[in-house]
């Protein structure tokens, strides 16, 4: 089981990042899907989940007016849009497996102001 996040980076507040997680080893299409973040200083936090199927979706309230979870079963990837970033957004970024412990490496976005 592999997964791998990218597309994070430095980027002004108020622009816009999509981080992806690219995943293999699995059947992807079999699985709920998860974003965490962990802030500096701060623990790990779930932030987004998308179900099987997409027949759900759910975004931590306190954001869910800016970021988006998607996924694509025949790339088996899941995605981040995050919108109008802000620099409490600056945080490492990870991908999960639902409640395995499988998880990406992380990618870092920072917004600068």
């Known amino acids: 089981v592999h997964l791998v996040e990218s597309g994070g980076g430095s980027v002004q507040r108020g622009g816009s990042l999509r981080l992806s997680c690219a995943t293999s080893?699995?059947?992807?299409?079999?699985?709920?899907m998860r974003w965490y973040r962990q802030r500096p200083g701060k623990g790990r936090e779930l932030i987004a989940t998308?179900?099987?199927?997409?027949?759900?979706?759910n975004v931590e309230e306190t954001l869910a007016d800016r970021f988006a979870i998607s996924r694509d079963d025949d790339n088996n990837i899941v995605y981040l849009q995050m919108n109008r970033l802000k620099t409490e957004d600056t945080a490492l970024y990870y991908c999960?497996?639902?409640?395995?412990?499988?998880w990406g490496q992380g990618t870092q976005v920072t917004v600068v102001s």
């Open positions: 998308i179900s099987v199927g997409d027949h759900f979706r």
């Open positions: 080893g699995f059947r992807f299409s079999n699985y709920e």
């Open positions: 999960r497996r639902s409640t395995d412990d499988y």
